[in-house]
């Protein structure tokens, strides 16, 4: 994923954006060679975002089948018989991703160090399987969804 924000004079957010899905997959040339495949998917825009607000980016979705024969050996291989020693599987799976993003307008250093820090504590938090982002309360700290819009709280005593 590649993101260039712009910021313009109002605080909208222009971003152009390119993402890009890559697989592999091999065939098979001869006996002794294999050959490699890449499979590479790539969507681009552009679009206006305002600060702090979520955008929803989908579209990217691949489809992939695979064919499998298993069966007795020899059994399998006899011409007009094979079929009842013998088992072939067609699987398919679909995948479609679909990103979030919020940009944010850091408008000095001590924004920036409180979205860091907001980041990596909701970060820690959901991995050791805590709260989400916007449930998070800090005791003595503040509770919002975005460090900017900071409400103080108030321990009890």
Do not use: C, W
């Not at 991703?97 to 860091?116: C, E, G, H, M, R």
């Amino acid at each position: 994923l590649k993101v260039k924000p712009q910021v313009n004079d109002s605080g909208l957010v222009s971003l152009d954006i390119s993402q890009e899905v890559s697989t592999y997959s091999t065939i098979s040339l001869s006996a002794q060679q294999d050959d490699i495949i890449l499979n590479k998917t790539v969507a681009t825009t552009s679009l206006v975002v305002q600060d702090g607000h979520t955008i929803v980016i989908g579209g990217l979705i691949r489809e992939d089948t695979s064919k499998s024969k298993s069966g007795i050996p020899l059994l399998s291989k006899i011409p007009l018989l094979g079929y009842l020693f013998g088992n072939t599987d067609n699987e398919g799976s679909r995948t479609e991703i679909i990103i979030l993003l919020t940009p944010y307008v850091l408008k000095n250093q001590q924004d920036a160090k409180a979205l860091s820090t907001e980041m990596i504590d909701n970060f820690t938090d959901e991995s050791n399987g805590g709260v989400r982002k916007g449930q998070l309360i800090k005791k003595g700290g503040y509770v919002g969804k975005h460090p900017l819009e900071k409400k103080e709280i108030v321990p009890d005593e």
